[in-house]
T-cell receptor, first 113, second 116 residues
Framework: QKEVEQDPGPLSVPEGAIVSLNCTYS??????FMWYRQYSRKGPELLMY????GNKEDGRFTAQVDKSSKYISLFIRDSQPSDSATYLC?????????????FGQGTRLTINP | DTAVSQTPKYLVTQMGNDKSIKCEQN?????MYWYKQDSKKFLKIMFS???????INETVPNRFSPKSPDKAHLNLHINSLELGDSAVYFC???????????????FGPGTRLTVT
């Protein structure tokens, strides 16, 4: 079993839809949770991060962490064609001390106009 | 102005050859990384350097050797290339003042390596 599981998709939705992307994990030591967005043929870029459990909102994006269920989500409201990309979740036990980021496989998302 | 740059962008070579990929960051970050992304998009860390010191060395064949001449550069040399080395290799950097891993990592554009 991988430390971080993410459905690779592909996921295709119409413009304006609400998108839900999810990851599950097995390591209870993870404390920092990130979502990276990767456009085709580009490097990943950090979209959002959350520390421990709870919600965080940034414009049309909301990140949720449920540590009791070891489950994290990214919601995209009013999705746009420019949101079409691969979304990778990532997590790490802590901010300090040579601890690596563990990435999910990434979910490929297409928003259709 | 490119923050993290890699050269070359594409690399096609034959099995058994030796090749290098160069990475430079102009963000003033302390920590740099090499990642490998396979055909299924799994992104896995290979190495991490903090201020020219190796701090993470995952289970990577000895044929892969990173070199950090200064904290703005991290190069990757690969000996005796194999078919399974075909992947996209990403360099990344982050700001960390305490020698650890920072969650906000800035990635380069990637080097697409194809071994034939």
């Amino acid at each position: 079993q991988k430390e971080v599981e993410q459905d690779p998709g592909p996921l295709s939705v119409p413009e304006g839809a609400i998108v839900s992307l999810n990851c599950t994990y097995s390591n209870s030591a993870f404390q920092y949770f990130m979502w990276y967005r990767q456009y085709s043929r580009k490097g990943p870029e950090l979209l959002m991060y959350t520390y421990s459990s709870g919600n965080k909102e940034d414009g049309r994006f909301t990140a949720q962490v449920d540590k009791s269920s070891k489950y994290i989500s990214l919601f995209i409201r009013d999705s746009q064609p420019s949101d079409s990309a691969t979304y990778l979740c990532a997590m790490t036990p802590g901010r300090q001390g040579a601890q690596k980021l563990v990435f999910g496989q990434g979910t490929r998302l297409t928003i259709n106009p | 102005d490119t923050a993290v740059s890699q050269t070359p962008k594409y690399l096609v070579t034959q099995m058994g050859n030796d090749k290098s990929i160069k990475c430079e960051q102009n963000l003033g970050h302390d920590t740099m990384y090499w990642y490998k992304q396979d055909s299924k998009k799994f992104l896995k860390i290979m190495f991490s350097y903090n201020n020219k010191e190796l701090i993470i060395n995952e289970t990577v064949p000895n044929r892969f050797s990173p070199k950090s001449p200064d904290k703005a550069h991290l190069n990757l040399h690969i000996n005796s290339l194999e078919l399974g080395d075909s992947a996209v290799y990403f360099c990344a950097s982050s700001q960390d003042g305490n020698g650890g891993i920072d969650y906000e990592q800035y990635f380069g554009p990637g080097t697409r390596l194809t071994v034939t």
